[in-house]
């Protein structure tokens, strides 16, 4: 296989895992968006798949984060990768709440920081790929406020918003669309 034959395998793949994730991520926003607001901290019912799938999305976006940045410069590379520290992280406690039916004690001391390096990551990567001019500005502006998407904008069905992103970065990558550098 040559070179560019793996760095084509790569990028589908890391396709093919920003759309799953985003297809997870839109089917939580959908199911957000038809609940109503929920104040109680017990994980109960359909929330079990809830925090599931948001977990499983997180994890999934990680290789498109990465593809991504690579249309961008060294800073792209950093911001993906504070990004996907972030999301491992969230996904983590995610995780443990799910098992637990609440969240832990500790919780705060592990979304606070996970939730700083998604934007603070996102913002970085905006600002490089933006300036790269590789990919559309829409698509590089639009990071940090994937960010709201998911987090602030959750219960009201926001993940809706950044899945739909995510599938098409995904579609994007997976045919090759972008060229990314080496």
């Given at each position: 296989m040559t070179i560019n034959e793996t760095a084509q395998s790569g990028r589908v793949a890391a396709g093919l895992?920003?759309?799953?994730?985003?297809?997870?991520?839109?089917?939580?926003?959908?199911?957000?968006?038809?609940?109503?607001?929920?104040?109680?901290?017990?994980v109960l019912g359909e929330e079990h798949?809830?925090?599931?799938?948001?977990a499983?999305?997180?994890?999934?976006?990680?290789?498109g984060l990465v593809a991504l940045a690579r249309h961008g410069g060294r800073a792209a590379l950093v911001g993906a990768v504070v990004v996907s520290a972030g999301h491992v992280l969230l996904a983590f406690g995610a995780t443990s709440s799910n098992l637990r039916g609440e969240d832990?004690?500790?919780?705060?001391?592990?979304a606070v920081p996970a939730n700083l390096g998604m934007l603070v990551g996102a913002i970085m990567m905006a600002v490089s790929l933006w300036?790269?001019?590789?990919?559309?500005?829409?698509v590089a502006?639009?990071?940090?406020?994937?960010?709201?998407?998911?987090i602030i904008l959750a219960q009201l069905g926001?993940?809706?918003?950044?899945?739909?992103?995510?599938?098409v970065v995904?579609?994007?990558?997976?045919?090759?669309?972008?060229?990314t550098r080496r």
């Open positions: 895992a920003a759309s799953a994730g985003g297809l997870a991520m839109a089917v939580t926003g959908v199911m957000q968006a038809m609940r109503p607001m929920d104040d109680d901290p017990r798949l809830l925090l599931g799938l948001f499983a999305s997180l994890i999934l976006l990680v290789p832990y004690a500790w919780f705060p001391f592990v300036r790269a001019g590789q990919v559309p500005r829409a502006a639009a990071l940090p406020a994937l960010w709201a998407c998911e926001g993940g809706l918003i950044a899945g739909l992103y995510w599938l995904g579609v994007l990558l997976t045919s090759g669309t972008w060229r």
